[in-house]
Structure formats: C-alpha cells, structure tokens
C-alpha cells in the first residue's frame, strides 16, 4: 500500500521567504506520479504541481518547483518569494498508475502554512 | 485547464436525509473521483465512477451509504444517504484528465445537524 508522509503539520514563513515543505513516499511501484495541491479556507484543492517518477528533471511552475529525490522517495515543494496569499494548508499526494483502477490519489496528512507580513 | 464545477457549494442538512452532490466537467473524461475530506483531515477516496460501469468503492465506504451515478463522460453524482453528523464533510470530486493533470470541483461543504 502506498502512503504519503507529511511531517510538518505546520509553519510560519516570512513574506517573501522561500520555504520548502517536507513530503516523503512509500510505494513499491515503478510508475508513479507526485502532486501538491493548496487549499485555502475555502476549501477548494488548488493545482500546484506534478513530477513523474520517470521525469528526470525536476519540476517547476512559477514560484512552485518539485525537489525530488526518487533515492530518498522524497518530493519537497519549495515556495520562492512568499506572499500573504500562500497561507493555506498544502497536500502532498501519489498517484498510482493502475490502468484499471484509474489514476486515483493518496494523500498525505497536510502541512499549513501561515506566511507572515 | 479543465473547468470541475460542483454543486451544492455548501450546504446544512438534518439527520436522517439525503444529499445529492453534483459534479460537472468540461470535457469527456474516462474516470472520475469522489473525496471525503473530514474535519481538520486529509482527503480520502470514496470511490472511482467509470462510466457505464458501477462505481468502485474504497475499504469503510459502501453503495448503500454513497450511491454514485456517471451517465455519461461530463458528470457524477453522489449522494450521502441517511447522514448524520459524523457525515459533515467536504465532499470533493475529482477528474482524471491524462498524465499530470488531476484537477478538483470547488468541493461540497456539508453540515449535518
């Protein structure tokens, strides 16, 4: 079975600090995928970022980039720049690629983030 | 990006009834996801709605309790039945486009009193 490992459950930031959020993974498949998602107080899940586990290079979006580390099994998400916005909880989540179960999702337990003026 | 719209955003409900919860989407989309996101927790999966077929549940969630439909490739309900207050939740669906790129609804914010 598959499980996500967020250590942090939370932090305090600076604004315009950078800050990286630990997320560590168990699974004994080949292919796989990261993501991380923000939430905000309202609820929604907010797309940040993917990594493959086949993708050499990390991976970035904007002020998002995906530190990962297949040896590890550690894919940590590094906010540049913070801004008051940032505050929200943020999800580390796996994917399994199973043709016939789909490409369902494991979360981990969440970090949230307060980002300081 | 694909565009996930759920409806009801939020809603309050009495003990004893049931909700249907709506998901759209924008485009044609083979597997859909249904989330459970209890208070002050992660997200964990209900259930994978494959169109025209029965959904598949996850171990602790039953058809009887979250009955899920998919008539066709844009849509999903799913309704919590008989609800009562440990049901109060966010209700979250979700849609498998390809490799990378999972998106989520605004998610379902019930409240059982």
């Not at chain 1, 600076?14 to 998602?37: H, M, N, P, R």
């Not at chain 1, 050499?56 to 590890?72: D, V």
């Not at chain 2, 709605?49 to 849509?75: H, M, W």
């Amino acid at each position: 079975a598959q499980k996500i490992t967020q250590t942090q459950p939370g932090m305090f930031v600076q604004e315009k600090e950078a800050v990286t959020l630990d997320c560590t993974y168990d699974t004994s498949d080949q292919s796989y995928g990261l993501f991380w998602y923000k939430q905000p107080s309202s609820g929604e899940m907010i797309f940040l970022i993917y990594q493959g586990s086949y993708d050499e290079q990390n991976a970035t979006e904007g002020r998002y980039s995906l530190n990962f580390q297949k040896a590890r099994k550690s894919a940590n998400l590094v906010i540049s720049a913070s801004q008051l916005g940032d505050s929200a909880m943020y999800f580390c989540a796996m994917q399994q690629m199973i043709k016939a179960a789909g490409n369902k999702l494991t979360f981990g337990g969440g970090t949230r983030v307060l980002v300081k003026p | 990006s694909a565009v996930i719209s759920q409806k009801p955003s939020r809603d309050i409900c009495q003990r004893g009834t049931s909700l249907t919860i709506q998901c759209q989407v924008d485009s044609q989309v083979t597997m859909m996801f249904w989330y459970r996101q209890q208070p002050g927790q992660s997200l964990t999966l209900i259930a994978t709605a494959n169109q025209g077929s029965e959904a598949t549940y996850e171990s602790g969630f039953v058809i009887d309790k979250f009955p899920i439909s998919r008539p066709n490739l844009t849509f999903s309900t799913l309704t919590v039945s008989n609800m009562s207050p440990e049901d109060s939740s966010i209700y979250l669906c979700s849609a498998d486009l390809r490799a990378g790129e999972l998106f989520f609804g605004e998610g379902s914010r019930l409240t059982v009193l």
